[in-house]
């Protein structure tokens, strides 16, 4: 063994993924010493509660509830407490110091990511978050490296675990929403706060980081259109089924232009979404996640795999800390992120897509024509109107394809549907992706 010189890491946070993260640093020292040039020793672990019961044993001598102090005297620092505060008081205070700070916390980048950037620029420091987004996935260095030579146009991807987990579930076994997400959080795939999943939060501060990074813009998290899956119901997953698609909740980061004044733009938008069965995506099963760009001259590109877990998130914060440490062995500042294309985010009812509405209506004459006619006046052309067999009650299902429409035409249209007295109702409005 080599007589390496020594890095201080410095954990904040020990539970699902940090107590892996300290396994692995222990377990595997020799061998990251050997692929940094260095010792990366664990000077110590900030925790609430030193002595709160853990799954994974770690030496007792580790803890401490004085982050502060820890932080001060540590080379790398890896954050993973999540949330916002104190998470960016003590990163913000690690980037100070000097130290390289290796974070998981998509929920701090999206939403603090320029300040924590310029912070580390100043001292020349590392900022690394391949965990991020897409948990074990190498998806932040490809966009940030490998394609930073490239147009990325379009990506459109999977990226959060738990909800994939809930419709994957929901539709191979017909499983509640509660009972599948209870199932994820045992799984250690939700946030502390589920609702942060099924409310798509999660998903649009990944589509945030991702499209700044893509479109070299900063795109603010509250310029990002969200929907979670709290609407989704067992006959909406089944429907799917039944007519080939299946439901996932999709993070669509695009290139466009503005559809009014004609200047490039980009869009970014989580909901759930119909998608065929025969597309690639609906194969991601369980809590696994995937993201497709589609960039100018590399073509299409697929990055798939584990978006959440202890031990398969904890491979994304080792990496980034091996590559930072062997910076720092070399020295030489890091490598920031470039925003310089500064294009405007549009806002969801300029984006165009196809759509796919279920309506509950009175099975009589000129129903249909009245559909038709509500579509028309909005300029929404319809592809295919499919009516179900009508029940005891004298009520029957439309369900209504378009063409690729603008979304703000299409809410009007919902909205005037929703008053033509033989629809009792709209059952369901969902965007369809990925079909041909
Ligand atoms: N669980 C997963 O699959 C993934 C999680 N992440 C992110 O990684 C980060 C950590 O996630 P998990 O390990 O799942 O969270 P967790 O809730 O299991 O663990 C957080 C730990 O930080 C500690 N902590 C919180 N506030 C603290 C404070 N003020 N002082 C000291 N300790 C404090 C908690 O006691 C807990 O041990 C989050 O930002 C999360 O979004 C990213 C990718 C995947
Ligand atoms: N809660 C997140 C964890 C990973 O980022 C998810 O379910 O994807
Ligand atoms: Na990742």
Excluded: W
Excluded at 64 to 91: C, H, K, N, Y
Aim: charged share 20%.
């Amino acid at each position: 063994m080599f007589a390496y010189r020594s890095l201080r890491v410095a954990l904040l946070g020990a539970g699902t993924v940090g107590s892996q993260v300290a396994r692995l640093l222990i377990d595997e020292a020799d061998e990251l010493a050997n692929r940094v040039g260095a010792r990366l020793e664990l000077v110590g672990i900030a925790v609430r509660d030193p002595d709160a019961p853990r799954d994974t044993p770690l030496p007792q001598e580790l803890f401490t509830t004085d982050a502060e102090s820890l932080i001060l005297g540590a080379d790398i620092v890896i954050e993973l407490m999540g949330g916002i505060e104190p998470a960016r008081t003590f990163v913000l205070q690690a980037l100070g110091s000097g130290a390289d700070v290796v974070t998981g916390n998509k929920a701090l980048l999206a939403t603090h990511g320029p300040e924590l950037a310029e912070a580390a620029e100043q001292v020349g420091a590392q900022l690394a978050y391949e965990a991020a987004v897409a948990g074990a996935i190498p998806i932040i260095r490809p966009l940030r490296e490998s394609l930073a030579g490239d147009r990325v146009e379009r990506i459109l991807a999977i990226v959060n675990g738990t909800t994939n987990f809930i419709l994957d579930r929901m539709d191979s076994t017909g499983t509640s929403l509660e009972n599948a997400l209870a199932t994820a959080t045992e799984l250690g795939y939700a946030e502390a706060d589920p609702t942060a999943d099924i409310g798509g939060y999660d998903a649009a501060q990944k589509a945030a980081i991702l499209a700044s990074l893509a479109f070299h813009t900063t795109v603010p998290l509250a310029s990002v259109h969200r929907e979670g899956i709290t609407e989704i119901s067992a006959a909406e997953v089944a429907a799917a089924a039944d007519a080939g698609y299946v439901v996932k909740l999709l993070a669509i980061c695009g290139r466009m232009t503005d559809p009014d004044t004609g200047e490039d733009a980009v869009s970014v938008r989580v909901h759930p979404a119909l998608i065929p069965r025969t597309h690639p995506l609906a194969s991601v099963r369980g809590g696994n996640n995937a993201v497709f760009v589609e960039a100018e001259a590399a073509g299409p590109l697929m990055f798939y795999g584990a978006g959440a877990g202890g031990v398969q998130t904890a491979s994304a914060v080792l990496g980034d800390l091996v590559a930072v440490a062997r910076r720092h062995v070399v020295g030489g500042p890091g490598l920031g992120d470039s925003a310089h294309a500064g294009l405007p985010v549009l806002d969801i009812g300029k984006v165009t897509t196809r759509y796919a509405i279920s309506l509950d209506v009175d099975d009589q004459p000129g129903v249909l024509a009245a559909v038709a006619q509500t579509f028309a006046r909005h300029g929404v052309s319809v592809e295919q109107l499919q009516q179900t067999t009508s029940d005891e009650s004298g009520r029957a299902t439309l369900v209504v394809g378009t063409h690729t429409a603008r979304e703000s035409a299409l809410a009007e249209t919902v909205a005037e549907l929703a008053t033509i007295p033989a629809v009792a109702s709209v059952a369901s409005v969902l965007r369809v992706e990925g079909a041909a």
